[in-house]
């Protein structure tokens, strides 16, 4: 057997596979791009090799077979594929043989867009919908009568009247982006299998065995052509679809006709700019011989019309190799891997990166550095790594792993977090995005974290923006928030677009900065879930940066609307080195927080030795158990010492063993007994004295601000309420102690009077204030 030979049966058996895989299991393992170029090498082999040509080649041939499940369906005339152009000079090729079939100089075509989804025959007897088809293998095809009658713009009866006997109708079913969207989302929060494509879904949901299912799925209908016919329509291929239309079958909006080749040619390439904004997806444009009569005389090849074609787009979908995967840290520290791929062209572009989202949809694609993979490129779309050809796995394929150390500042890398309880139990979900835990120091966050540290509600540094911090950290001026405080105004005045009075103002507005509240200090720091709010509890519960520096995570869930993801957060930003390094320079720099002070009374002896207990989260310890273990063991040191027999005097076998087993773990034992240290330390130990707590006025109030203020700005109101104790809510409830309520105030002011609550307008407040 020669060379040439042993081609066309691996390209045979290839092909066969890919159309299994594609149009039986809808499963398609290859893009389009792919499976053409393996049909074009086969089918020039076999024009150079005519001897060797056989009826069962995929040339010769349209698809793949029938489903077994659904009854088979003969096409009275086959169902063809269409030749494809793939460049401006296959198009012209075809024009070309077109004019020289039918001795004209000039053609009239139409031309319309190539829906990407599944090709479907209707047939109607007297006006009536009897049986709908798919295409299957151009000859036979399978009756999808039932599932193609719960396509919503499908009409079960011809509307007005005139039709033929019996008509065909031919067209594609598919479904549009935004439809493929919901049934993805509502797929996934099933549990169910989701789609790689709008094709792939179309095609999965109309051969659904349950008709129910396919009613449920979003699927369109459009007609592009007529079949068998019991008498002519039109004589014209636009005249047949627009009188399609009369009878209330949907066709394409885009369908138009061109008197030449060059129009051909301008269609084409406004369909292309135009294709993301479309509602649907299209691989290209169908150019069809306008007229019937021209089409007849035209006739066919073996398995396509000679008076058709399809251009298709350059291809969205490639294969290529995964040479490697990169991490990079993104502006808010998230450390996400890119795809470093051998180079291939897609959609027209040279593609040699794509995103691999996070290490999850790693997981989920199952992807090895070396692997075959199938990427896509849809417009300005960042390419994505879609799939993996397994069956092309190398022995010597290496799993992805993440770096232990941020790749730009050598800070550690760390997965999020999700802690959850329940009935006693502690569980620790991780989450999708790994990150690197330097902010303040890390280049790759640096710009960012800046922005953010000199924001209005944050250091609030007048005239310093987003354009001005790029200036300095592209300088290398700037390398971390402290280094602000270091700049000179000869350094300002050397960068564009900077005079001496503008200089000199940025310097003053930086000085202007140096003493912040502490609330504002710990929310300019950028952690992680601390905003305003959190950022003013921890100011006004511990006091001073030290101990907010210092606080374990557990220490910190004493602390109000502080809950234990927030508290991990806290905790391991102040833990990271680079950041307490940043820390230090900027107090060394003369950044001084102000309202600095001792741990607020509220918190004095606030704790509890069963509290605690509770709080370490051993499994089958909740208030109840903790309250007997409190009882009986007295102490921490001692509860830690006890063995199972004494444990289990006080709380049931399981809980015993829990609690044994917690404080056999070393790490473990260690962290409790250094968080009860420190309740010690701050004045928050049962043990300690209690303090009784400085009467703020409006202490344990809660206030609501609407309306427009007139005297000062919502901010400067809610300020001066929260320093006199009060805590200010974006809505009116019946424990609202007071409404402010200035011009223009609407639902909350109504609801303040429904329920009773006493409303100051803005003078009556300012002149309560006065009082304070």
């Known amino acids: 057997m020669n060379t040439a030979e042993t081609r066309i049966l691996e390209l045979r058996h290839a092909l066969d596979e890919h159309n299994y895989r594609y149009y039986v299991l809808d499963e398609p393992s290859v893009p389009d791009a792919e499976y053409d170029r393996l049909f074009r090498e086969l089918k020039a082999l076999e024009e150079a090799n005519p001897q060797w040509v056989t009826a069962d080649s995929p040339t010769q041939r349209v698809g793949g077979t029938a489903l077994s499940a659904f009854a088979t369906v003969r096409h009275e005339i086959p169902m063809l594929s269409l030749g494809n152009a793939f460049e401006a000079q296959d198009l012209l090729d075809f024009d070309r043989r077109v004019r020289?079939?039918?001795?004209?100089?000039?053609?009239?075509?139409?031309?319309?867009?190539?829906?990407?989804?599944?090709?479907?025959?209707?047939?109607?007897?007297?006006?009536?919908?009897?049986?709908?088809?798919?295409?299957?293998?151009?000859?036979?095809?399978?009756?999808?009568?039932?599932?193609?009658?719960?396509?919503?713009?499908?009409?079960?009866?011809?509307?007005?009247?005139?039709?033929?006997?019996?008509?065909?109708?031919?067209?594609?079913?598919?479904?549009?982006?935004?439809?493929?969207?919901?049934?993805?989302?509502?797929?996934?929060?099933?549990?169910?299998?989701?789609?790689?494509?709008p094709r792939n879904a179309a095609a999965g949901s109309l051969r659904q065995l349950d008709s129910k299912i396919t009613a449920s799925r979003p699927l369109e209908f459009c007609c592009y052509g007529i079949g068998q016919v019991s008498h002519d329509i039109a004589d014209t291929h636009i005249g047949n679809l627009k009188q399609l239309q009369q009878w209330g079958l949907p066709i394409s909006r885009e369908l138009q006709i061109a008197t030449s080749i060059e129009q051909c040619q301008a269609y084409y390439q406004a369909i292309g700019a135009r294709r993301q904004a479309l509602a649907y997806e299209i691989d290209g444009v169908v150019f069809k011989v306008n007229a019937i009569a021209?089409?007849?005389?035209?006739?066919?090849?073996?398995?396509?019309?000679?008076?058709?074609?399809?251009?298709?787009?350059?291809?969205?979908?490639?294969?290529?190799?995964?040479?490697?995967?990169?991490?990079?840290?993104?502006?808010?520290?998230?450390?996400?891997?890119?795809?470093?791929?051998?180079?291939?062209?897609?959609?027209?572009?040279?593609?040699?990166?794509?995103?691999?989202?996070?290490?999850?949809?790693?997981?989920?694609?199952?992807?090895?550095?070396?692997?075959?993979?199938?990427?896509?490129?849809?417009?300005?779309?960042?390419?994505q790594v879609m799939q993996v050809v397994t069956e092309r796995r190398p022995a010597d394929a290496r799993p992805v792993e993440v770096p232990r150390q941020c790749p730009v500042c050598g800070s550690e890398v760390e997965r999020t977090q999700l802690i959850k309880r329940s009935k006693g139990k502690q569980t620790v979900i991780e989450g999708a995005v790994y990150r690197c835990v330097g902010r303040l120091a890390c280049a790759a966050q640096l710009k960012q974290a800046i922005i953010h540290f000199v924001s209005r509600r944050a250091m609030d540094v007048d005239g310093l923006g987003d354009k001005i911090v790029e200036q300095l950290?592209?300088?290398?001026?700037?390398?971390?928030?402290?280094?602000?405080?270091?700049?000179?105004?000869?350094?300002?005045?050397?960068?564009?677009?900077?005079?001496?009075?503008?200089?000199?103002?940025?310097?003053?507005?930086?000085?202007?900065?140096?003493?912040?509240?502490?609330?504002?200090?710990?929310?300019?720091?950028?952690?992680?879930?601390?905003?305003?709010?959190?950022?003013?509890?921890?100011?006004?519960?511990?006091?001073?940066?030290?101990?907010?520096?210092?606080?374990?995570?557990?220490?910190?869930?004493?602390?109000?609307?502080?809950?234990?993801?927030?508290?991990?957060?806290?905790?391991?930003?102040?833990?990271?080195?680079?950041?307490?390094?940043?820390?230090?320079?900027?107090?060394?720099?003369?950044?001084?927080?102000q309202g600095e002070g001792e741990l607020h009374a509220e918190f004095a002896a606030a704790t509890t030795f069963e509290g605690l207990v509770a709080k370490l989260g051993i499994p089958y310890v909740g208030p109840g158990a903790a309250q007997k273990l409190a009882e009986r063991f007295g102490s921490l040191e001692k509860l830690a010492a006890a063995d199972w027999l004494d444990l289990r005097q006080a709380v049931a076998e399981r809980a015993a063993q829990a609690v044994r087993e917690y404080f056999d773990d070393e790490p473990r034992r260690t962290e409790a007994l250094a968080v009860e240290q420190q309740l010690r330390d701050f004045g928050m130990h049962w043990a300690s004295t209690r303090r009784e707590a400085e009467g703020l006025p409006l202490a344990g109030q809660t206030w609501v601000l609407t309306g427009t203020l007139e005297s000062m700005t919502r901010e400067e109101a809610k300020a001066k309420l929260e320093a006199l104790g009060a805590k200010v809510a974006g809505s009116v409830s019946a424990k609202t102690h007071t409404v402010v309520a200035g011009p223009g105030a609407g639902s909350k002011l109504v609801k303040a009077q429904q329920l009773g609550v006493r409303v100051l307008d803005e003078g009556q407040w300012v002149a309560q204030l006065a009082h304070y």
């Open 100 to 197: 020289e079939g039918l001795e004209q100089t000039t053609v009239e075509y139409s031309c319309e867009p190539k829906l990407d989804g599944l090709a479907v025959s209707l047939l109607y007897q007297q006006g009536q919908l009897v049986r709908g088809a798919t295409r299957g293998d151009g000859s036979t095809g399978e009756d999808i009568s039932t599932n193609v009658r719960t396509i919503r713009n499908v009409p079960l009866k011809l509307k007005g009247s005139g039709w033929p006997a019996t008509l065909e109708v031919r067209g594609e079913v598919y479904m549009s982006k935004a439809g493929f969207e919901r049934l993805n989302a509502a797929q996934a929060e099933a549990g169910g299998k989701t789609f790689a494509n």
């Open 294 to 383: 021209a089409q007849r005389e035209l006739g066919f090849r073996a398995r396509e019309p000679r008076w058709a074609i399809a251009h298709k787009f350059p291809a969205s979908e490639e294969l290529t190799e995964l040479l490697g995967v990169e991490f990079q840290v993104g502006r808010t520290g998230a450390v996400t891997p890119v795809a470093r791929l051998k180079p291939v062209k897609v959609a027209g572009v040279t593609v040699a990166n794509a995103t691999l989202h996070n290490m999850d949809e790693v997981a989920r694609l199952g992807v090895m550095i070396g692997d075959t993979v199938i990427i896509r490129r849809a417009g300005d779309v960042i390419p």
């Open 473 to 593: 950290v592209d300088t290398g001026l700037v390398r971390s928030p402290a280094d602000l405080y270091t700049l000179t105004q000869e350094q300002v005045l050397a960068l564009e677009g900077f005079a001496e009075v503008s200089s000199r103002n940025l310097i003053n507005a930086i000085d202007a900065s140096r003493q912040p509240t502490l609330a504002r200090f710990i929310f300019a720091l950028g952690i992680p879930e601390v905003g305003e709010e959190t950022a003013k509890v921890l100011a006004r519960s511990l006091g001073n940066l030290q101990r907010i520096m210092a606080a374990r995570p557990l220490v910190l869930t004493y602390l109000p609307d502080i809950g234990q993801e927030v508290a991990y957060e806290i905790g391991h930003f102040f833990e990271e080195a680079h950041n307490r390094t940043v820390i230090t320079q900027l107090l060394a720099r003369g950044v001084q927080p």
